[in-house]
């Protein structure tokens, strides 16, 4: 009556396998950090100091220092293409993107770019700013904003009898820019108006002396000749002056009867 016994096969230790294969990952980076350093170019491992050079022979800079790159450009900020501010219509300094009213300002390089020679072409450049019946048919430059007549034209933000009632295109060569507020503006000018309003800057006197001449020539025997004059009166610079003379001749395109024979 012997008993038999078998014998039972020894368990896979998963434990020792793995802690052997971290061992091992361990020993690999190790070996390739030290081959990264010894394959490193020089300036990596230390930085060779001028002081170090034999003498008589001068160290190249340029061998140890990077060319510096210097990027300029300049700010178009309140210059000739666009305005942070509109005081005429806002009344004050805040920029047009705190204000809660739509307020675009067309400068008076876009005005000299584009020659516009009225307000509703340089208004082409305001949106919702459509010319009215008589300005379309060229009796004055009246204006619909957010098709509502706008009534209210001021000359350096006050209220101007002359630029409400004017019976021709107004002189754009007189204005430095054109402001433009959409909206009733109750707040700055006492209208209720839901159209808005426009302000037209006058160009203002220089201390420095600064004159201009302009002549034009185009289609239709067109011809422009504009003169800018300005700058002081006395040696002190307390009075100053200024004169703007527009002169402005175009045949129409139209051919009548008599012309064609």
């Known amino acids: 009556g012997g008993s038999a016994r078998g014998r039972l096969s020894p368990m896979f230790d998963f434990t020792q396998v793995f802690s052997r294969a971290i061992s091992a990952v361990r020993v690999i980076s190790a070996a390739l950090v030290c081959v990264a350093l010894i394959a490193a ?5 230390a ?44 009344k004050s300094d805040i920029p047009l993107m705190n204000v809660p009213q739509v307020v ?17 072409e340089a208004a082409r450049n305001v949106s919702n700013a459509q010319p009215n019946t008589v300005a ?12 509502f007549q706008a009534p209210l034209y001021m000359v350096d933000s ?13 002189e754009l060569r007189q204005y ?36 201009e001449a302009e002549l034009a020539y185009g289609s239709n025997e067109y011809v422009e000749g504009i003169a800018d004059l300005t700058g002081p009166l006395n040696e002190d610079r307390t009075l100053l002056y200024r004169l703007i003379a527009v002169g402005r001749k175009q045949d129409s395109w139209r051919i009548s009867e008599s012309e064609g024979d």
Do not use: W
Request: proline fraction near 9%; glycine fraction near 10%; charge should be negative.
């Open 104 to 120: 675009q300002v067309v400068p008076n390089q876009v005005i000299e770019d584009q020659r516009a020679n009225s307000l509703f």
């Open 41 to 45: 170019p020089a300036p990596l491992l």
């Open 176 to 211: 430095s820019r054109v402001e433009v507020l959409k909206g009733a503006s109750s707040m700055t000018f006492g209208a209720i108006e839901p159209g808005g309003a426009v302000n037209l800057v006058t160009k203002k006197p220089l201390a420095d002396p600064y004159y």
């Open 158 to 170: 006050q209220p101007n009898l002359v630029a409400n009632i004017s019976v021709g295109p107004r």
């Open 136 to 147: 379309a048919l060229g009796f004055g430059d009246g204006l619909f904003l957010r098709g």
């Open 47 to 90: 930085q060779a100091d001028p002081a170090d050079a034999p003498e008589g022979q001068e160290s190249d800079p340029t061998e140890e220092q990077e060319d510096e790159i210097v990027i300029e450009g300049v700010s178009e900020k309140q210059g000739d293409y666009f305005r942070e501010t509109a005081p005429g219509v806002t």
